[in-house]
């Protein structure tokens, strides 16, 4: 489907101006596709540049997590896809990689169909704030405090009960960890969904709607 293109370069820029700009070097529809492409993997990449958690980093993450044979792993921007694959590798999990750059896309799911895993891990292209966590039993996380804190309000709405979360080096602003472990210098924290949702003032919510 066509979009129009202002307005997608403007809602990425914030920017009417350089999303004009930038137009008038396309000189066709799909010379113009290309670029918008292009231009979002950069933005993504400088707003949270590729940098792989180390892999005893991604072990203690799950294990930090307790995750258990047939649960299901979220990694939001994941890379390579290394915490899918070792969620199910060496966890029996499901895992589900989430990255909108391209290349990482491609680079994930390449590994994914090597190890025969396709059964198991699903690498999605996909901006992960359109992702619906309701399925989620684990979601790992390697982000920016600045983009953990605009995850809350998803997390708050679309996790459900017993769902925990494990951050990599940074920390959910305003959140206490239940759990913290290090590696190399690094922390890692685990919350858990019950710790923050008293399910009785949902059922007064509720209530009090009528
Ligand atoms: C610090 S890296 C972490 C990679 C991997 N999770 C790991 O721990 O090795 C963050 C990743 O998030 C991806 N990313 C950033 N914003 C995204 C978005 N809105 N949707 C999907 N992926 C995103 C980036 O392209 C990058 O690969």
Known sequence: MWEDPLSSFAALYESPDRA???????????????LMRQRRDIIVSLREPFV???MTGVRKMLRLAGVKPGETVYDLGCGDGRIPIMAAEEFGARGIGVELRRDLFEEA???VA??????KVKILRRDFMKVSLRKASV????LRSKTLAELIPKFERELPRGARVVTY???IPGWEPSKKTQIIGREIHRYGREKYIDRRFEVEICLYRG
Do not use: N
């Open 169 to 171: 080096w940074y920390q």
């Open 20 to 34: 004009a700009k930038t137009l008038l070097f396309a000189e066709s529809k799909k010379e113009l596709r290309r």
């Open 139 to 142: 979601v790992a996380l390697y």
């Open 109 to 111: 799911r390449g590994r």
């Open 52 to 54: 792989p958690t180390p």
């Open 114 to 119: 090597e190890m025969h895993l396709e059964g």
